[in-house]
């Protein structure tokens, strides 16, 4: 099993939902962050004042997928959440020990 986690552009969630259901993809958890890479943050101008934001809101991920679903997975993800410019986020994928599905106690990834 993986688990994958990607970060992207708020507004790319919808179409990277849109595209990992039509993928086959069950579930996610999504957690709004902030967060900064490269770009160091951007510079805004509020009420005539312009300032510098350091961490830019960013959208958090989260995927646990079979081992034979998550290339398909990651590659949703990114053709979905690219924008072509920077800050269009990461993905991260890790190898996932166990999953228990805490309802009926089903384990592994019957519990996916």
């Known amino acids: 099993m993986k688990y994958i986690i990607s970060i992207i552009k708020p507004f790319r ?4 939902r ?5 993928a086959g993809v069950a579930g996610m958890t999504v957690s709004e962050v902030k967060g900064f890479g490269r770009q160091k ?3 805004e101008i509020y009420r005539g004042a312009e ?3 350091n961490m830019l809101p960013k959208v958090k991920i989260e995927i646990a997928t079979s081992d034979e ?3 398909t997975v990651v590659e949703t993800i990114q053709q979905a959440a690219s924008t072509e410019s920077i800050g269009d986020g990461k ?3 890790f190898d996932l020990a166990s999953a228990l599905r805490i309802r009926t106690a089903e384990t592994g990834e019957q519990a996916l």
């Not at 969630?13 to 990277?16: I, M, P, T």
């Not at 849109?18 to 039509?22: D, G, K, N, V």
Request: without cysteine; negative net charge.
């Open 13 to 16: 969630l919808e179409h990277v």
């Open 18 to 22: 849109e595209a990992l259901s039509a």
């Open 41 to 43: 943050g951007q510079t």
């Open 51 to 53: 300032y510098t934001t």
């Open 69 to 71: 679903m998550a290339a």
């Open 91 to 93: 993905i991260f994928v």
